[in-house]
């Protein structure tokens, strides 16, 4: 059974870098059948897609992030780590790793029954 699980600070400092960490066991990061992706939910708000890295490392970034974006990933560990810049009150939230099939595209998310989200982790941007 695949799971995948957040990790990181909960509590960042404005101007800040904030970086989380995917676990995911059960299944291989370097799975073509999936793309895998960073959503956020901010208090009060819908779902937002923040990025995707594929199977073999190609990164897709919103451009609503306005570059602030990176994505990378440590196969030996089946890990994929998201790391946002100069963060703002504004990107306080719910964060997700999700694992999304392939078919749905590498941009964007929607929830669907066969697409897995981990548990999530509060980000709360304050000094």
């Known amino acids: 059974q695949v799971q995948l699980q957040e990790s990181g600070p909960g509590l960042v400092k404005p101007s800040q870098t904030l970086s989380l960490t995917c676990t995911v066991s059960?299944?291989?990061?370097?799975?073509?059948?999936?793309?895998w992706k960073w959503i956020r939910q901010p208090p009060g708000k819908g779902l937002e897609w923040l990025g995707t890295?594929?199977?073999?490392?190609?990164?897709y970034y919103s451009p609503s992030l306005k570059g602030r974006t990176s994505i990378s990933r440590d196969t030996s560990q089946n890990q994929f780590t998201l790391r946002l810049t100069s963060v703002t009150p504004e990107d306080t939230a719910v964060y997700f790793c999700?694992?999304?099939?392939?078919?749905?595209?590498?941009?964007?998310?929607?929830?669907?029954?066969?697409?897995?989200r981990g548990q999530g982790t509060q980000v709360t941007v304050s000094s």
């Open positions: 999700v694992r999304d099939p392939r078919l749905y595209g590498s941009t964007g998310y929607r929830a669907r029954p066969d697409n897995l």
């Open positions: 890295i594929d199977y073999i490392g190609n990164t």
């Open positions: 059960g299944g291989s990061i370097t799975s073509i059948n999936y793309y």
